[in-house]
RNA sequence: GGCCCCGUGGUCAAGCGGUUAAGACAUCGCCCUUUCACGGCGGAGACAUGGGUUCGAUUCCCGUCGGGGUCACCA
């Protein structure tokens, strides 16, 4: 009996690698470009950590033109839920993220180098499992979970480092023989590879965002093909960027210290190591300690979040571009016009540690976002927030051209409007335009009935012209805040403030609120173009009899 | 605990041996203004700490402290 044999005993219909070798031949693309992949198991929501990783592998492989796929990690059965690569997929595609390469669907991809879902690889890894096996670098290990169990106590008993490794590697040392006969007597094994390192040398790798970075040589016998048959996380990471010729893996940091363990297996594989890029993760600050963003406590680690609110695809995008890249804030001051897709993105300019999720800056970056769209965008996107989310919002939309006017208000101008960050915060920025069932009418300087009444009487009587154009419109509040008593001028109010009640200003608020119920609206001007006539005046007039109550 | 990573204002961060230590968000004040949002101007606010190396350290080295990660038949 020898390895060979051993190997066919294990593994008896396993093809060579070779077949595989050549069915996933190198790729044909331009010198340095960035091949690399979302690799997600389908173990729960989409998080925003998870997004941040594809959107640094889009932009690294898009701007080297590379290729940037989607694999589906699902080798742990156990732990995976319904919908799980329904969600992966339909997030990406939610902010316009979706792959070269890879699944599509839950049962469809696309590419040459599939199947782009792990348990559909199975006889691929075990291949590469016997491939190992018949070089006496992996081996048959019959320790039951009870036997790894014990061992690992008498390790912390003995405070000693724990793992399957040296004089604890108990199956390693088993002859050929031994192993045949335990196999052909039903025992039940797993495969581990056969580590040839020494944990008191030590290897040097260079990342591509963490630098340099040394560690001890990986000297445990790790699991690669488990009791189910599939490979664990590190065997099919060695396999599969192999096959799918990937040139950068970009990945959360919690990955920095299985790098040893990596680059071993693609070593002993026969593999070319691709180059690793570590990413520092989102995190959050809780009560003075940093924390990842965690599922269960923070709402905003879901992806499902930002389109449930409503906070544009792009505004989270350009947020997680800018702790991708620092430059990236001050490429969109020079150039606030052109599309994130011409941003000069680089791999190996991102920051080392982990940034701070910051909401406030995202729904700052919301807010301008917003500000550069027509009304006529702002009213799709609104829209389509709406069907989803939000049915009385669809029902305030339905008159379109109306809308539009309501939207376009202070807009497309040089100093846009910046007041809504969101999809969710439109409703109430514009409610007012569409209902006049107001809750309350809160008057400020200027709030005794008298007053008000007159002003508002006044107004609809004396001064109110639709066709004013609005200096003209101005100039007559002025007039009927003189006529009133009040100061004309806001400045010559500040100059002899003993001298009047109020000012112009203020009779502009009793109109805003008695038009709008509202003390800050835009520009009430507009307001008052976009309502006509007969509605200002049937509000106005609304406003009086409210008074009377 | 072992191993590894990180540590510039509240936050994101430029800077990488000599700088008045940028900028953005947030905050405060002023200006603009019929209100708000915007915009303009200005203020306050930082190199975790102790040793080295050096003529000179935020920048380099070591220790300390602090934060994070990892030590599965989970990824």
């Known amino acids: 009996m020898n390895y060979k044999e051993l190997a066919d005993l294990i593994f008896p219909d396993a093809k060579e690698i070779s077949y595989y070798e050549e069915k996933y031949p190198e790729r044909n693309l331009p010198e340095g470009a960035i091949v690399s992949r979302f690799a997600p198991s389908p173990t729960g929501f989409v998080h925003i950590g998870g997004l941040y990783q594809a959107l640094v592998a889009i932009e690294a492989s898009r701007k080297t033109g590379g290729v940037f796929f989607l694999r ?49 690889r199975k006889e691929i890894y075990q291949a590469y499992a016997k491939y190992l096996l018949e070089q006496g670098k992996a081996y048959p290990c019959f320790c039951t979970p009870e036997d790894d169990e014990e061992r690992r106590v008498k390790q912390e008993n003995a405070k000693i480092r724990p ?136 709402p905003e680690a879901a992806v499902s979040y930002y389109k449930e609110e409503g906070i544009p695809v792009n505004a989270v995008k350009e947020y997680l571009l800018n702790i991708a890249n620092s430059t990236f804030e001050n490429w969109r001051r020079a150039n606030p016009d052109k599309p994130i897709e011409e941003f000069d993105f680089q791999l190996n300019k991102m920051s080392v540690s982990g940034a701070l999720f910051d909401m406030v800056k995202l729904l700052d970056i919301g807010k301008t976002v917003i500000s550069k769209m027509t009304a006529e965008e702002v009213y799709e996107k609104s829209l389509e927030w709406a069907q989803k989310y939000d049915k009385e919002l669809v029902d305030m939309l339905k008159d379109k051209e109306y809308s539009l006017k309501v939207l376009g208000i202070e807009r497309g101008n040089k100093k846009p409007r910046k007041d809504i960050s969101k999809w969710s915060e439109v409703k109430q920025n514009i409610k007012y335009m569409y209902d006049d069932n107001f809750e309350e009418y809160p008057y400020q300087v200027i709030s005794d009935k008298e007053s008000i009444e007159k002003i508002l009487n006044l107004y609809i009587e004396k001064y109110y012209d639709e066709n004013d154009d609005k200096q003209t419109w101005f100039d007559k509040i002025k007039e009927l805040a003189g006529e009133m008593g009040y ?14 009640k109020a000012h112009v200003g203020d009779v502009s608020t009793v109109l805003r609120v008695a038009l709008t119920g509202r003390t800050n609206t835009p520009d009430m001007y507009e307001i008052m173009k976009v309502l006509g006539k007969e509605n200002v005046i049937n509000r106005f007039q609304k406003a009086i009899k409210e008074m009377e109550k």
């Open 72 to 120: 589906i990690e699902d080798t742990d059965q156990k732990r995976e839920i319904e919908n799980g690569v329904t969600d992966i997929v339909n997030s990406l595609k939610d902010f316009d993220m979706a792959p070269d390469e890879g699944m599509i669907s839950d049962t469809e991809e696309i590419g040459k180098y599939g199947p782009y879902k792990q348990s559909l």
């Open 163 to 298: 793992g399957y490794y040296g004089v604890w590697a108990k199956c390693r040392n088993l002859t050929v023989e031994e192993m045949a006969e335990k196999i052909k007597n039903g025992e039940n094994y797993i495969i581990r590879f056969k580590s040839p390192g020494r944990e008191d040398r030590k290897i040097k790798h260079k990342d591509v965002i963490k630098g340099n970075v040394d560690f001890p040589e990986n000297d445990q016998d790790i699991v690669i093909i488990k009791a189910d048959g599939l490979p664990t996380y590190h065997f099919a990471h060695a396999v599969d960027d192999h096959l799918m010729r990937t040139t950068h893996v970009i990945r959360s940091d919690e990955w920095l210290s299985s790098v040893p363990l990596h680059l071993q297996l693609f070593h002993e594989l026969g593999f070319k190591a691709p180059k690793y890029a570590h990413i520092s993760p989102i995190m959050k600050n809780d009560n003075g300690n940093k924390r990842k963003l965690s599922k269960r406590k923070d």
């Open 487 to 500: 100061a004309k001028e806001v400045k010559e109010f500040k100059a002899n403030p003993d001298m009047y």
